[in-house]
């Protein structure tokens, strides 16, 4: 999440915001080959990263480091619960209830980690990649002599 989100806000506007979603989708085929991109949970994933792209090229030039980090939590905790909810759709393993897709959401199956715990690391990595992407981010702009991303808030004009 935090290359399709982060990556597309910092990105040269010259970039359509599909450039992203689309490399990952290929990097995916060539690791895995295409048998598994298209079942609904692939599907799924996919259009989460599209719509963090979408969303973060909208946004672009105008968020500061504080609100972008903001948003890629927002876009993980969303990519979590709409790709859990996915799992529990298609996996027989959970009962087709509330409680089954809280299940999901929470603890996951029996014999795996807990789903939270993915929560968690998603959590630290997107953050902490987002943080690298937007510290390079605003060193690059002193070379380009052009203005960094603020810090907090943008200034109102």
Do not use: H
């Amino acid at each position: 999440m935090a290359l399709a989100f982060t990556g597309t806000l910092v990105m040269s506007r010259a970039l359509p915001w599909w450039v992203w979603p689309t490399a990952m989708l290929g990097i995916n085929w060539a690791a895995l080959g295409t048998a598994s991109a298209f079942a609904s949970e692939s599907l799924a994933i996919y259009g989460m990263y599209a719509g963090a792209a979408f969303v973060a090229s909208r946004l672009r030039g105008n968020l500061s480091v504080l609100q972008s980090l903001i948003g890629v939590t927002l876009c993980s905790v969303i990519f979590y619960c709409v790709t859990n909810t996915a799992a529990w759709m298609v996996e027989p393993g959970y009962a087709k209830t509330l409680a089954g897709w809280w299940q999901a959401q929470t603890i996951g199956l029996p014999a795996f980690a807990p789903s939270w715990v993915f929560l968690k690391n998603a959590l630290l990595s997107d953050l902490g990649f987002s943080g690298l992407l937007l510290v390079a981010y605003n060193a690059e702009s002193r070379v380009r002599a052009t203005a960094p991303m603020p810090w907090l808030a943008r200034a109102a004009a």
